[in-house]
């Protein structure tokens, strides 16, 4: 970090990731190694679309592959 614009910046996206902490998502899924940690996943809830940031995802492979998404709400 190396402005205070970017300090500011940075701040500002953990205060909206964090400040929520009870909307996370929890998903096992046939899983899509594209998906990186920061992505923004949508996923379908009670008739609307919510979207997630991805911060952990496991992959497994054993003749198909399926992964653990977990993920918090976008504010």
């Known amino acids: 970090v ?5 300090d500011q910046m940075i701040a500002e996206m953990l205060l909206r990731i964090y400040r929520h902490p009870r909307r996370d998502l929890e998903m096992e899924w046939r899983g899509n190694p594209a998906v990186t940690l920061g992505d923004v996943v949508m996923t379908p809830d009670h008739g609307q679309e919510l979207r997630y940031w991805a911060y952990k995802q496991e ?14 709400l976008v504010r």
């Open 59 to 72: 992959l497994e492979f054993d003749g198909g592959l399926k992964a653990q998404l977990e993920g918090r």
């Open 2 to 6: 190396k402005t205070n614009a970017q």
